[in-house]
């Protein structure tokens, strides 16, 4: 199919965090673009303000009469998040529309351009972002479709600028292997970040997520790259060149890493040389890693040491990505979006290296029946390292309950100095009996809305 088949470009989700992007760049090259949402958001706003038709009632008359009446130039793009069941897509389907899901549309707009496609179980979302600014503050012509909001630019999409030869522009794509959506990639740079155990409600074990993986570093271009992670197994399933990259070791990685200021200062180790004294804004041993990680795409697509590390010191992180809420001599609010036990580890691993001094308290939101489930002894691992944990009930996102599953099944495992449950509407009351002065919040569900009331209780205790 061919994208300039059509002028109408409908949405079944166009809330998404990805969806909102495509629909932009749709919008940006002169589409008519609309769609349906079950709540407004930030999201939806800016899309309507920019001139998206959208509505968040489920109701095949409210899909605006130039997307019903023209099936032939209608092209819509749904999530799988969308039951089979929803009235509209039931009367697109049935009615001569072609449907396609995101990560589809995403590899046909993706296949036009140079792709640097990033991929992983965890850490994607910062290391694209990473590589997008990277490229951005060095001039190249660039795309970038986010799974979360840079705030370098208050968005999860860039733009590219106009080009005779869309092959000359670098796309920059967060590779998602949730529902095997990075299969629709074939890129040209390929970043994987770790290959870790999740959505198993979707792979049902970990070696269907690894063979997933081995298939996506096999569509990458003969002549093309991958940027492995030091000790993933996955240099026999592509024929591109292979060039690992870790905190310590492989062809890129940091040395004389230290904590100045609470930042980590460090120098990125390349084939041939090093880039000096690049002082990441973002804390995290993590987020050095993933930085080196940028750090090796970007030379790959022909950016100079001195533009990377002007680019990553001016690099200022993914909203709920290690996010600062609060931080002041007498206390401080970190928010991140960590979902799996390593992305818990790894960040509260950190907390406790730019604070050594000083006791955490973590909120942590399960998200998932089916991941705490299968993790439950993971994130208790991971969650004592803090020295008072807080569990919320778990978010089920896209999912009906479990019998049996609970936050209990962390919280009996959790090793920490003091450990309890709590609601959401009574967690405002447990924190201010703490009064902790290093908080933060974790999870991937709507813990973020609790930030407010949260800093609020810090700034007055």
């Keep these: 199919m061919m994208l300039s088949d059509y002028k109408n470009i409908y949405f079944l989700g166009i809330g998404g965090i990805g969806m909102s992007a495509l629909a932009r760049w749709f919008q940006i090259n002169g589409y008519y673009v609309g769609g349906y949402d079950k709540t407004p958001t930030a999201l939806t706003n800016a899309l309507q303000i920019e001139g998206a038709v959208i509505h968040f009632t489920e109701d095949v008359q409210q899909i605006p009469a130039p997307f019903r009446e023209n099936p032939a130039q209608t092209l819509v793009v749904y999530t799988p998040a969308v039951p089979k069941t929803h009235a509209e897509y039931v009367y697109l389907t049935e009615n001569g529309f072609t449907l396609q899901k995101r990560s589809q549309v995403l590899g046909l707009l993706a296949g036009q351009m140079k792709t640097v496609a990033v991929a992983g179980t965890h850490g994607k979302t ?27 630019y208050n968005t999860n999409f860039l733009l590219n600028q106009p080009a005779d030869d869309l092959s000359e522009v670098v796309c920059v794509v967060e590779a998602d292997e949730f529902d095997r959506s990075f299969l629709t990639l074939f890129p040209h740079v ?9 959505h198993l409600d979707i792979y049902g074990a970990h070696d269907a997520v690894l063979d997933s993986f081995g298939q996506f570093v ?40 230290r904590i100045e200021n609470a930042t980590f200062v460090f120098d990125l180790v390349y084939r041939g040389g090093v880039i000096s004294d690049i002082q990441l804004m973002l804390p995290g041993f993590h987020n050095v890693e993933n930085a080196v990680a940028a750090g090796a795409a970007a030379l790959a697509v022909g950016v100079s040491p001195d533009a990377i590390r002007v680019g990553l010191n001016s690099y200022r992180g993914v909203r709920r990505r290690f996010e600062y809420v609060l931080k002041t001599d007498r206390a401080v609010l970190i928010d991140d979006y960590a979902h799996h036990p390593e992305e818990v580890r790894a960040f509260l691993s950190s907390v406790k290296a730019l604070y050594p001094d000083q006791e955490v308290t973590a909120i942590f939101q399960p998200h998932l029946f089916s991941r705490t489930r299968d993790f439950a002894a993971g994130f208790a691992e991971s969650l004592s390292l803090a020295d008072h944990v807080i569990l919320l009930d778990i978010y089920p996102a896209r999912e009906l309950p479990i019998d049996g599953v609970t936050s209990e099944l ?4 959790v090793q920490s100095k003091t450990k309890q449950i709590s609601t959401k509407a009574d967690l405002p009351g447990v924190v201010r009996k703490h009064h902790p002065s290093i908080l933060v919040t974790i999870g991937a569900g709507d813990i973020d809305q609790l930030l407010p009331v949260l800093e609020a209780i810090l700034m007055d205790q």
């Design 410 to 413: 962390i919280l009996g495992a």
């Design 126 to 152: 910062t290391t694209s972002s990473m590589v997008a600014h990277i490229l951005r503050d060095a001039g190249v012509n660039c795309a970038a479709f986010l799974g979360g909001i840079a705030n370098n």
């Design 218 to 257: 096999s569509q990458i271009d003969a002549d093309g790259l991958l940027l492995m992670k030091a000790g993933l197994s996955l240099a026999d399933k592509t024929l591109a060149t292979v060039q690992p990259y870790s905190l310590e070791t492989g062809d890129y990685h940091a040395r004389n890493l």
């Design 190 to 198: 390929a970043i994987v970040t770790s290959t870790d155990a999740d």
